[in-house]
Protein backbone atom coordinates (compact mmCIF):
# COMPACT_ATOMS: atom_id res chain seq x y z
CA UNK A 1 0.00 0.00 0.00
CA UNK A 2 1.56 3.60 -1.06
CA UNK A 3 2.02 5.36 1.70
CA UNK A 4 2.07 8.78 -0.90
CA UNK A 5 0.39 11.67 0.77
CA UNK A 6 -2.61 13.29 -1.21
CA UNK A 7 -4.55 16.03 -0.85
CA UNK A 8 -8.49 15.55 -0.24
CA UNK A 9 -11.29 18.18 0.50
CA UNK A 10 -11.30 16.78 3.90
CA UNK A 11 -7.60 17.13 4.31
CA UNK A 12 -7.81 20.73 2.57
CA UNK A 13 -10.34 21.61 5.80
CA UNK A 14 -7.91 19.94 8.43
CA UNK A 15 -4.73 21.44 7.27
CA UNK A 16 -6.48 25.21 8.02
CA UNK A 17 -7.30 23.86 11.75
CA UNK A 18 -4.01 22.66 12.00
CA UNK A 19 -3.04 25.65 10.94
CA UNK A 20 -5.29 27.75 13.41
CA UNK A 21 -4.27 25.29 16.05
CA UNK A 22 0.06 25.90 15.35
CA UNK A 23 -0.82 29.66 16.11
CA UNK A 24 -2.06 28.90 19.04
CA UNK A 25 -0.03 26.54 20.57
CA UNK A 26 3.36 26.68 19.46
CA UNK A 27 5.98 29.10 19.71
CA UNK A 28 5.00 32.89 18.29
CA UNK A 29 7.43 32.69 15.62
CA UNK A 30 6.56 32.73 12.37
CA UNK A 31 6.13 29.48 10.72
CA UNK A 32 5.95 29.69 6.68
CA UNK A 33 3.12 28.06 5.05
CA UNK A 34 5.74 25.10 3.63
CA UNK A 35 6.67 24.08 6.64
CA UNK A 36 3.33 24.32 8.22
CA UNK A 37 2.45 21.40 5.22
CA UNK A 38 5.31 19.74 5.82
CA UNK A 39 4.50 19.49 9.10
CA UNK A 40 1.35 18.34 8.17
CA UNK A 41 1.82 16.00 5.75
CA UNK A 42 4.46 14.29 8.13
CA UNK A 43 1.00 13.92 10.63
CA UNK A 44 -0.56 12.51 8.16
CA UNK A 45 2.00 9.34 7.60
CA UNK A 46 1.40 6.14 8.89
CA UNK A 47 2.07 6.46 12.65
CA UNK A 48 3.16 3.64 15.84
CA UNK A 49 0.69 5.18 17.59
CA UNK A 50 -3.06 5.71 17.48
CA UNK A 51 -4.77 7.93 20.16
CA UNK A 52 -7.62 5.80 21.80
CA UNK A 53 -9.37 8.59 24.01
CA UNK A 54 -9.09 12.52 23.71
CA UNK A 55 -10.12 14.51 27.48
CA UNK A 56 -12.10 17.92 27.74
CA UNK A 57 -11.50 19.29 30.75
CA UNK A 58 -14.64 22.00 31.48
CA UNK A 59 -13.22 25.56 31.65
CA UNK A 60 -14.92 25.31 35.64
CA UNK A 61 -12.27 22.70 36.39
CA UNK A 62 -15.10 19.91 36.62
CA UNK A 63 -14.58 16.53 36.19
CA UNK A 64 -13.13 15.86 32.83
CA UNK A 65 -14.99 14.42 29.77
CA UNK A 66 -13.45 11.33 27.59
CA UNK A 67 -14.29 11.36 24.17
CA UNK A 68 -12.97 7.74 22.69
CA UNK A 69 -12.49 6.35 19.37
CA UNK A 70 -15.47 4.99 17.00
CA UNK A 71 -15.10 2.24 14.25
CA UNK A 72 -14.65 4.72 11.79
CA UNK A 73 -11.64 6.40 13.43
CA UNK A 74 -13.13 9.15 14.55
CA UNK A 75 -14.03 10.85 17.86
CA UNK A 76 -16.45 12.90 19.96
CA UNK A 77 -20.50 12.64 19.51
CA UNK A 78 -19.94 14.83 16.00
CA UNK A 79 -16.97 12.28 14.84
CA UNK A 80 -13.63 14.72 14.49
CA UNK A 81 -10.86 13.50 12.73
CA UNK A 82 -7.52 12.67 15.19
CA UNK A 83 -6.01 16.05 13.30
CA UNK A 84 -9.03 18.55 14.43
CA UNK A 85 -9.04 16.68 18.22
CA UNK A 86 -4.87 17.24 18.52
CA UNK A 87 -5.37 20.77 16.77
CA UNK A 88 -8.64 22.24 17.75
CA UNK A 89 -6.85 23.53 21.16
CA UNK A 90 -9.47 22.16 23.14
CA UNK A 91 -9.00 18.39 23.47
CA UNK A 92 -5.81 16.32 25.51
CA UNK A 93 -4.30 13.08 24.75
CA UNK A 94 -6.13 10.50 27.80
CA UNK A 95 -5.14 7.27 26.09
CA UNK A 96 -2.74 5.88 23.37
CA UNK A 97 -2.22 2.55 21.59
CA UNK A 98 0.80 1.36 20.59
CA UNK A 99 -0.16 -0.40 17.47
CA UNK A 100 3.51 -2.85 17.28
CA UNK A 101 1.34 -4.71 20.19
CA UNK A 102 -1.95 -2.72 21.03
CA UNK A 103 -1.02 -2.21 24.59
CA UNK A 104 -3.00 0.67 25.58
CA UNK A 105 -1.13 3.45 28.15
CA UNK A 106 -3.36 6.17 29.72
CA UNK A 107 -2.73 9.07 31.65
CA UNK A 108 -2.39 8.25 35.25
CA UNK A 109 -0.74 5.14 35.04
CA UNK A 110 2.54 4.16 36.69
CA UNK A 111 5.77 3.99 34.62
CA UNK A 112 9.08 3.55 36.24
CA UNK A 113 9.51 7.50 35.45
CA UNK A 114 6.70 8.26 37.71
CA UNK A 115 3.02 8.60 37.14
CA UNK A 116 2.02 10.15 33.40
CA UNK A 117 0.28 13.28 33.51
CA UNK A 118 0.08 14.13 29.83
CA UNK A 119 0.70 12.98 26.25
CA UNK A 120 1.90 15.42 23.61
CA UNK A 121 3.17 15.52 20.13
CA UNK A 122 6.37 17.09 19.43
CA UNK A 123 7.64 17.92 15.74
CA UNK A 124 5.37 14.34 15.22
CA UNK A 125 6.63 12.14 17.69
CA UNK A 126 4.92 11.09 21.04
CA UNK A 127 5.96 12.35 24.36
CA UNK A 128 4.59 11.74 27.59
CA UNK A 129 4.99 14.37 30.55
CA UNK A 130 5.48 12.54 34.13
CA UNK A 131 5.41 13.38 37.62
CA UNK A 132 6.68 11.42 40.82
CA UNK A 133 7.15 12.21 44.38
CA UNK A 134 10.85 12.03 46.06
CA UNK A 135 12.39 13.19 49.01
CA UNK A 136 12.46 16.63 47.40
CA UNK A 137 9.35 16.86 46.60
CA UNK A 138 6.93 16.58 43.35
CA UNK A 139 9.50 16.16 40.36
CA UNK A 140 8.72 15.74 36.46
CA UNK A 141 10.06 15.01 33.55
CA UNK A 142 8.90 14.53 29.62
CA UNK A 143 10.14 11.51 27.70
CA UNK A 144 9.65 9.83 24.10
CA UNK A 145 6.78 7.50 23.68
CA UNK A 146 9.60 4.99 23.00
CA UNK A 147 10.56 4.77 26.71
CA UNK A 148 7.01 3.79 27.71
CA UNK A 149 7.09 0.22 29.42
CA UNK A 150 3.91 -2.46 29.54
CA UNK A 151 1.92 -1.93 32.32
CA UNK A 152 1.94 -4.20 34.95
CA UNK A 153 -1.13 -6.24 34.79
CA UNK A 154 -2.97 -5.84 37.99
CA UNK A 155 -5.28 -8.88 39.22
CA UNK A 156 -9.15 -8.18 39.37
CA UNK A 157 -9.03 -10.01 42.96
CA UNK A 158 -6.44 -12.14 45.22
CA UNK A 159 -8.70 -15.40 46.61
CA UNK A 160 -8.75 -16.46 49.82
CA UNK A 161 -6.12 -19.72 48.87
CA UNK A 162 -3.59 -16.69 47.59
CA UNK A 163 -4.35 -17.48 43.91
CA UNK A 164 -4.31 -13.56 41.59
CA UNK A 165 -7.11 -13.48 39.27
CA UNK A 166 -6.52 -11.42 35.83
CA UNK A 167 -9.28 -13.02 34.11
CA UNK A 168 -12.83 -11.26 34.83
CA UNK A 169 -14.68 -14.83 32.84
CA UNK A 170 -12.58 -17.09 35.60
CA UNK A 171 -14.15 -19.50 37.61
CA UNK A 172 -14.56 -19.11 41.58
CA UNK A 173 -15.73 -20.98 44.50
CA UNK A 174 -17.38 -19.38 46.90
CA UNK A 175 -18.50 -19.61 50.72
CA UNK A 176 -20.39 -17.66 52.62
CA UNK A 177 -19.12 -18.42 56.14
CA UNK A 178 -20.60 -17.94 59.80
CA UNK A 179 -24.29 -18.43 58.36
CA UNK A 180 -25.48 -21.12 56.23
CA UNK A 181 -21.93 -21.83 54.92
CA UNK A 182 -23.68 -21.80 51.91
CA UNK A 183 -21.48 -22.80 48.82
CA UNK A 184 -21.83 -21.94 45.29
CA UNK A 185 -19.77 -21.39 41.54
CA UNK A 186 -19.11 -17.32 41.03
CA UNK A 187 -17.31 -15.52 37.63
CA UNK A 188 -14.89 -13.20 38.98
CA UNK A 189 -16.58 -10.54 37.16
CA UNK A 190 -19.34 -10.36 40.26
CA UNK A 191 -17.45 -11.56 42.47
CA UNK A 192 -17.71 -8.11 44.29
CA UNK A 193 -21.36 -8.85 43.86
CA UNK A 194 -20.97 -10.71 47.19
CA UNK A 195 -20.38 -9.08 49.57
CA UNK A 196 -19.14 -11.23 52.66
CA UNK A 197 -18.57 -14.39 50.99
CA UNK A 198 -14.85 -15.56 51.30
CA UNK A 199 -14.25 -16.59 46.96
CA UNK A 200 -10.97 -19.62 46.06
CA UNK A 201 -9.29 -20.42 42.89
CA UNK A 202 -10.34 -23.96 43.54
CA UNK A 203 -13.28 -26.06 44.91
CA UNK A 204 -11.11 -28.59 46.93
CA UNK A 205 -9.10 -25.36 48.59
CA UNK A 206 -13.31 -24.01 49.32
CA UNK A 207 -14.10 -27.52 50.97
CA UNK A 208 -10.94 -27.45 53.12
CA UNK A 209 -11.74 -24.27 53.85
CA UNK A 210 -15.22 -24.97 55.28
CA UNK A 211 -13.93 -28.68 56.66
CA UNK A 212 -11.66 -26.36 58.89
CA UNK A 213 -14.31 -24.30 59.74
CA UNK A 214 -17.82 -24.81 59.49
CA UNK A 215 -19.12 -25.60 63.29
CA UNK A 216 -20.32 -29.17 62.72
CA UNK A 217 -19.09 -31.65 65.14
CA UNK A 218 -21.75 -33.01 68.33
CA UNK A 219 -20.66 -34.11 71.50
CA UNK A 220 -20.38 -37.59 70.12
CA UNK A 221 -18.70 -36.36 66.96
CA UNK A 222 -15.97 -34.94 69.51
CA UNK A 223 -15.90 -38.62 71.30
CA UNK A 224 -15.38 -40.51 68.34
CA UNK A 225 -13.06 -38.30 66.96
CA UNK A 226 -10.57 -39.30 70.06
CA UNK A 227 -11.83 -42.76 69.91
CA UNK A 228 -12.77 -42.81 73.08
CA UNK A 229 -15.67 -44.37 75.21
CA UNK A 230 -18.64 -42.23 76.15
CA UNK A 231 -18.62 -41.00 79.08
CA UNK A 232 -14.66 -40.67 78.06
CA UNK A 233 -12.20 -40.58 80.54
CA UNK A 234 -9.77 -38.99 78.63
CA UNK A 235 -11.69 -35.38 79.26
CA UNK A 236 -13.87 -34.06 82.02
CA UNK A 237 -17.25 -34.41 80.57
CA UNK A 238 -17.74 -30.17 81.21
CA UNK A 239 -14.31 -29.46 79.11
CA UNK A 240 -15.75 -31.75 76.16
CA UNK A 241 -19.18 -29.98 76.12
CA UNK A 242 -17.72 -26.84 75.96
CA UNK A 243 -15.12 -27.82 73.11
CA UNK A 244 -18.46 -29.34 71.18
CA UNK A 245 -20.45 -26.30 71.81
CA UNK A 246 -18.00 -24.33 69.90
CA UNK A 247 -18.40 -26.57 66.88
CA UNK A 248 -22.09 -27.17 67.00
Not at 195 to 201: C, G, P, V
Request: proline share 4%.
Amino acid sequence: MSNEFKWTDERVIEFEIFKRGSNIRRSPKEESISDLIEQFKASKQVKGWEVQVFGLTPFNGGETILYGRHEDGKYHTFHYSETYMLNCGLYSIHSVKRLSDGIIFTVGEQQSFGKISSFFYHENELWFSTNSMSGSGLTSGQFTASCLLKPTPKPILITQDGKEIFDSAAKLYSVLPKAQWEQREVRAERAFNYKNWLHFSTRAAAEEYVQEFKPQYSLNDFRKAYNAPIPSPLFDETVEKLIAKSKL
